[in-house]
Antibody, heavy 120, light 109 residues
Framework: QVQLQESGPGLVKPSQTLSLTCTVS??????????WSWIRQPAGKGLEWIGR???????NYNPSLKSRVTISVDTSKNQFSLKLSSVTAADTAVYYC????????????WGQGTLVTVSS | SYVLTQPPSVSVAPGQTARITCGGN??????VHWYQQKPGQAPVLVVY???DRPSGIPERFSGSNSGNTATLTISRVEAGDEADYYC????????????FGTGTKVTVL
């Protein structure tokens, strides 16, 4: 059973960089069959896809966040990471990591999510 | 960018059928996926590729997709089905963007 687990600071100051890591267990992040994504959800609101990475390191980002987002992968640790720069209160949300099959484009496994609050 | 519109809420009595719509321009040409999210929990995939169910999802959950509307149908609704439901597509025309619907709160009366 594949499991994903987000980790990182729960509090980030405005204008700083949000950094989160997703650790994958029960399966290899190097599998060529999946993309690995970050998704976020502000309190009481809907889901927003942030970006994805393939095992090769190839990335795609949501155009609305592209200028501030970097996603990277560490296959030796079976992890992938998110950096979101110049954060504001609007970036306060629960951040999820998720696995998505390359062919069918859904998200079949999700982490439990981690709340990141942007506040001074 | 591609927009998916869902009704904010749907109410249904136990044992009845709930239908949740997801509207988008020519959505019938895309594959639609549906997620169930209970309070404080991560979303769970309940239908993928318009009408397929992942392992472990009851047959009561079914999906269809045609024209400008996709529909998630929950038959014989149970109290445990009360949750938020989101549709999702992959929009190849906008920089490989995964798009989520606005979400529907299903209330079991």
């Amino acid at each position: 059973q594949v499991q994903l687990q987000e980790s990182g600071p729960g509090l980030v100051k405005p204008s700083q960089t949000l950094s989160l890591t997703c650790t994958v267990s029960g399966g290899s992040i190097s599998s060529g069959s999946y993309y690995w994504s970050w998704i976020r959800q502000p309190a009481g609101k809907g889901l927003e896809w942030i970006g994805r990475i393939y095992t090769s390191g190839s990335t795609n980002y949501n155009p609305s966040l592209k200028s501030r987002v970097t996603i990277s992968v560490d296959t030796s640790k079976n992890q992938f990471s998110l950096k979101l720069s110049s954060v504001t209160a609007a970036d306060t949300a629960v951040y999820y990591c998720a696995r998505g099959p390359v062919i069918t484009k859904e998200f079949d496994y999700w982490g439990q999510g981690t709340l990141v609050t942007v506040s001074s | 960018s591609y927009v998916l519109t869902q009704p904010p809420s749907v109410s249904v009595a136990p044992g009845q059928t709930a239908r949740i719509t997801c509207g988008g321009n020519n959505i019938g040409s895309k594959s639609v996926h549906w997620y169930q999210q209970k309070p404080g929990q991560a979303p769970v995939l309940v239908v993928y590729d318009d009408s397929d169910r992942p392992s472990g999802i009851p047959e009561r959950f079914s999906g269809s997709n045609s024209g400008n509307t996709a529909t998630l149908t929950i038959s014989r609704v149970e109290a445990g089905d009360e949750a938020d439901y989101y549709c999702q597509v992959w929009d190849s025309s906008s920089d490989h963007n995964y798009v989520f619907g606005t979400g529907t709160k299903v209330t079991v009366l």
